[in-house]
């Protein structure tokens, strides 16, 4: 019907007015801000830099509102970096952002961290410093959350490239922020969180297949009753019914990782 196409038409339009302002902003930024003489302020801009030639890119092959919306995000990635560029000038940062998808669940680092892997060592803090010059505005990094702040090397790189996480890069992520290699969330609002959602979500999904089991035919031999309790186990109790998924995600969301001391406090 037109009303339809009438409709898509103003989405669309819509989609490309948004992505254009920000895309605009982002340029107008880059350019009226001096080049500063440290390294996080350098690299932050060339950051900054690459984020608007490859919104530019988005923009000029957008057709679609999702397309146009992708441009927007690149876009405000580029003026994350610029914040962050103001924020090592020791200038004002500005107006905030809206939030970057998965922004939220990665949080911050709230305090310098350092760990060692494979001989080499890497460091995390929530300022600018000559050892810690590469910034990250936070978010999801091919499933993985890796939280804003100020980083000795671009480790996350390579996951954000290939769209997979190497073996470098995974190491360097659970050195930095897994409890088991370094050293606490800040609290144990991971390591809680994580622990108590699980053996909620494992307790309810082993009893759940547990009982379908024990409901069966008790005429049936020994080796279908036990079958039959492992596919309980596996399809009614452990993952369907939302033992493991549904403990594993109250405990890294709600519990500590997202609403506890990683997200907001103490990380």
Same mark, same amino acid.
């Given at each position: 019907?037109?009303?339809s196409?009438?409709?898509?038409?103003r989405?669309?339009?819509?989609a490309?007015?948004?992505?254009?302002?920000?895309?605009?902003r982002?340029?107008?930024?880059?350019?009226?801000?001096?080049?500063?003489?440290?390294a996080?302020?350098?690299q932050?801009?060339?950051?900054?830099?690459e984020?608007?030639?490859?919104a530019?890119?988005?923009l000029?092959r957008?057709?679609?509102?999702?397309?146009?919306?992708l441009?927007?995000?690149t876009?405000l990635?580029g003026?994350?970096y610029?914040r962050?560029?103001?924020v090592?000038?020791g200038?004002?940062?500005?107006?905030?952002l809206?939030p970057?998808a998965?922004?939220?669940?990665?949080?911050?680092?709230?305090q310098p961290?350092?760990?060692?892997?494979?001989?080499q060592e890497?460091?995390?803090?929530?300022r600018?410093?000559?050892?810690?010059p590469?910034?990250y505005?936070?978010?999801?990094?091919?499933?993985r959350p890796?939280?804003s702040?100020?980083y000795?090397e671009?480790w996350w790189?390579?996951?954000l490239?290939a769209?997979?996480?190497?073996?470098?890069?995974a190491?360097?992520f @659970?050195?930095?922020?897994s409890? =088991?290699?370094?050293g606490?969330?800040?609290? $144990? %609002?991971?390591?809680? #969180?994580? &622990?108590? +959602?699980?053996?909620q979500g494992?307790?309810?999904?082993?009893d759940q297949?547990?009982?379908?089991?024990?409901?069966q035919?008790?005429?049936?031999?020994q080796?279908?009753?036990?079958?039959?309790t492992?596919?309980s186990y596996?399809?009614?109790g452990y993952? @369907?019914?939302?033992g493991?998924? =549904?403990?594993?995600?109250g405990?890294?969301d $709600? %519990?500590?990782?997202? #609403?506890? &001391?990683f +997200?907001?406090?103490d990380?």
């Amino acid at each position: 019907m037109w009303w339809s196409r009438r409709r898509k038409e103003r989405e669309l339009a819509d989609a490309r007015e948004e992505a254009l302002r920000w895309y605009e902003r982002l340029g107008g930024q880059i350019m009226n801000l001096p080049p500063g003489e440290e390294a996080a302020t350098k690299q932050a801009l060339v950051d900054a830099g690459e984020r608007y030639n490859a919104a530019g890119g988005q923009l000029d092959r957008a057709t679609t509102v999702k397309q146009y919306e992708l441009a927007r995000e690149t876009s405000l990635e580029g003026l994350a970096y610029v914040r962050a560029a103001r924020v090592a000038m020791g200038l004002d940062p500005g107006p905030e952002l809206p939030p970057l998808a998965g922004q939220r669940q990665a949080g911050a680092v709230r305090q310098p961290r350092s760990v060692e892997v494979q001989g080499q060592e890497y460091r995390a803090s929530p300022r600018p410093a000559s050892d810690t010059p590469y910034y990250y505005p936070g978010g999801m990094v091919s499933g993985r959350p890796v939280p804003s702040g100020w980083y000795s090397e671009p480790w996350w790189k390579t996951a954000l490239v290939a769209g997979a996480w190497g073996v470098g890069g995974a190491l360097v992520f @659970d050195a930095l922020f897994s409890p =088991g290699w370094g050293g606490g969330w800040g609290g $144990g %609002g991971f390591e809680s #969180g994580y &622990d108590s +959602g699980y053996d909620q979500g494992f307790d309810a999904g082993y009893d759940q297949g547990q009982d379908q089991a024990q409901d069966q035919d008790q005429g049936q031999d020994q080796d279908q009753g036990a079958d039959y309790t492992d596919a309980s186990y596996d399809t009614g109790g452990y993952d @369907d019914s939302g033992g493991y998924d =549904g403990g594993y995600d109250g405990g890294f969301d $709600g %519990g500590g990782f997202d #609403g506890g &001391d990683f +997200g907001g406090g103490d990380f």
